[in-house]
């Protein structure tokens, strides 16, 4: 892949993300890989973004649900699974995300300006942010208990899932971590994860099956700890907290 990328006139930067770029890669590791192109091929790299890996290795086959996304992932069958994604210059902006990566290939120091940048950056969860979290899991709170209710089990606990990774996300966001968009569970658990010990822990015991009471059982576990992390983030962040309102949107569902 380098040999290809490298040595093409069109890339302007080669970096490395994800495990590669933060230099904490096992064998089941994937190789996002980042293609800076000049601007007026960009189009013309993303129409043949399904091809180009074919010059990698042999494929077994290929994610592409989007032909205009900027992104395809690409199986191969020694079972290593390479993410590229292809970028103008314009497009690469000073980010949280652009802290840890491994530059390949650097024209006019791009990336290296950047990467500079990107490290004076910090998190803080905003306003928007938590409210945008607290009303996702008030949302998936109400929406397990209706599945109990209809025997949905399979639903119910797919908004388990949710609750779960709702409080992992507000636990990331109490550290000053970036959490991951929501539905990803990367690095949440395991030895690459930034939670501590009692909160993997935690995680790990909420754990249910397809039975009503298990259910409210694991949500009344989660609830109280999403009142924690709540309350942490209300105050970190200036924003009402409001008990009255979260009791009255939990005891709903109790």
Same mark, same amino acid.
């Given at each position: 892949?380098?040999?290809?990328?490298?040595?093409?006139?069109?890339?302007?930067?080669?970096?490395?993300?994800?495990?590669?770029?933060?230099?904490?890669?096992?064998?089941?590791?994937?190789?996002?890989?980042?293609?800076?192109?000049?601007?007026?091929?960009?189009?013309?790299?993303?129409?043949?973004?399904?091809?180009?890996?074919?010059?990698?290795?042999?494929?077994?086959?290929?994610?592409?649900?989007?032909?205009?996304?900027?992104?395809?992932?690409?199986?191969?069958?020694?079972?290593?699974?390479?993410?590229?994604?292809?970028?103008?210059?314009?497009?690469?902006?000073?980010?949280?995300?652009?802290?840890?990566?491994?530059?390949?290939?650097?024209?006019?120091?791009?990336?290296?300006?950047?990467?500079? +940048?990107?490290?004076?950056?910090?998190?803080?969860?905003?306003?928007?942010?938590?409210?945008?979290?607290?009303?996702?899991?008030?949302?998936?709170?109400?929406?397990?208990?209706?599945?109990?209710?209809?025997?949905?089990?399979?639903?119910?606990?797919?908004?388990?899932?949710?609750?779960?990774?709702?409080?992992?996300?507000?636990?990331?966001? #109490?550290?000053?971590?970036?959490?991951?968009?929501?539905?990803?569970?990367?690095?949440?658990?395991? #030895?690459?994860?930034?939670?501590?010990?009692?909160?993997?822990?935690?995680?790990?015991?909420?754990?249910?099956?397809?039975?009503?009471? #298990?259910?409210?059982?694991?949500?009344?576990?989660?609830?109280?700890?999403? +009142? +924690?992390?709540?309350?942490?983030?209300?105050? +970190?962040?200036?924003?009402?907290?409001?008990?009255?309102?979260?009791?009255?949107?939990? #005891?709903?569902?109790?």
């Amino acid at each position: 892949m380098e040999k290809d990328l490298l040595h093409d006139e069109n890339v302007v930067a080669l970096f490395y993300g994800g495990s590669l770029g933060n230099g904490n890669t096992d064998v089941y590791s994937d190789i996002d890989v980042r293609v800076v192109v000049k601007p007026e091929k960009l189009k013309e790299y993303i129409l043949n973004k399904a091809v180009r890996p074919q010059k990698w290795g042999k494929i077994l086959f290929v994610e592409d649900i989007n032909p205009s996304s900027i992104y395809t992932v690409a199986h191969y069958d020694c079972f290593i699974k390479v993410d590229t994604f292809y970028y103008k210059p314009e497009d690469i902006q000073p980010s949280i995300w652009l802290k840890n990566i491994k530059i390949m290939k650097d024209t006019d120091e791009l990336m290296t300006r950047t990467l500079g +940048k990107s490290m004076a950056l910090y998190y803080e969860p905003t306003i928007d942010e938590i409210e945008s979290w607290r009303v996702k899991f008030f949302a998936y709170l109400h929406e397990a208990y209706r599945r109990v209710m209809r025997k949905e089990y399979y639903y119910a606990i797919n908004c388990i899932d949710k609750l779960r990774l709702s409080v992992a996300m507000g636990w990331y966001m #109490e550290k000053g971590i970036q959490p991951n968009s929501f539905g990803d569970w990367a690095k949440y658990e395991g #030895e690459r994860s930034k939670l501590d010990n009692w909160q993997q822990t935690l995680l790990s015991n909420w754990d249910c099956g397809r039975d009503g009471l #298990e259910i409210s059982d694991v949500m009344k576990g989660i609830v109280c700890e999403f +009142k +924690k992390v709540h309350h942490s983030l209300c105050k +970190k962040a200036g924003l009402k907290e409001d008990r009255a309102w979260i009791n009255k949107i939990v #005891e709903m569902v109790y």
